[in-house]
């Protein structure tokens, strides 16, 4: 397994529990509530 290095973006779905980071490789990932994190793009 890769180890990411992930910065964290700030969008109001955060309110609702849905959180997106992004990748020093450019990868879009999306996390819900308490799911783990997927790759959303890349």
């Given at each position: ?11 109001p ?13 450019g ?9 783990p994190r997927?790759?959303?793009f890349?």
């Amino acid at each position: 397994m890769t180890l990411y290095y992930m910065k964290e973006i700030f969008t109001p779905l955060k309110l609702v529990g849905i959180k997106i980071f992004v990748s020093t490789e450019g990868y879009t990932f999306i996390k819900f509530w308490n799911m783990p994190r997927r790759r959303l793009f890349g």
